[in-house]
């Protein structure tokens, strides 16, 4: 009988394949990193991420991310790309397209437009040889020794490292750019976070 101590050990053991997997992470993008960075900064657009499923939820992340942190960014779902909100991409755009396992069609399709189009592609995926990272510029290596849950099968460790791998790039841009905190407060003007940076006569949304 499974009891609520093997639950927690469960627990807990997820988080630590997680975090450790985020170390891991570190390793296998540091040397393309650096690239993507470049890439970003050269463009005069905003930067697209896009995905699908569990790739799609941190995609929406990383964009709001990046647009919070000074780097215009918008999300655009792998799916609906291919009826019509590709029309988002304009030139002068770099995009971020995420796919673990680098063979998922609308992301591979949405990467073939991009490219017709001119559009730079940084490609977060596990496998540099798959078809997504066919298209990119850049590949981040984004795999993992295995997932946190029992079965190994639900993105969890996988999905930490590739939300980790969109901060990094945050961090590192916002850091080249010079973003200072009243920067960030003009962002965030409502709530505990606008409070604190804006002082108290700041507009605040109640939660």
Partial sequence: MVTIADALAAA???????????????DL???TLGAAITLIRASHGRVLVSGLGKSGHIARKIAATLSSTGTPAQFVHAGEALHGDSGAATPGDVAILISNSGETVEVCEFANMLTAWGV????????????LAFFARVTLD???????????????????STLAV?????????????????????RHPSGALGQKLLGPGSRQVSS
């Fill in 29 to 31: 993008v540091e040397p």
């Fill in 166 to 186: 969109g901060d990094a790039l945050a961090i590192a841009l916002m850091t080249l750019s010079g973003f200072t905190s009243e920067q960030f407060g003009e």
């Fill in 12 to 26: 807990r053991s997820a988080m630590l394949i997680e975090s450790r997997s985020i170390a891991r992470t570190a």
């Fill in 120 to 131: 730079p592609i940084i490609a977060m995926t596990r496998d540099p040889a798959s078809p």
């Fill in 142 to 160: 984004i795999s993992v020794d295995g997932e946190a849950d029992p079965l190994g099968l639900a993105p969890t460790a996988s999905a930490v």
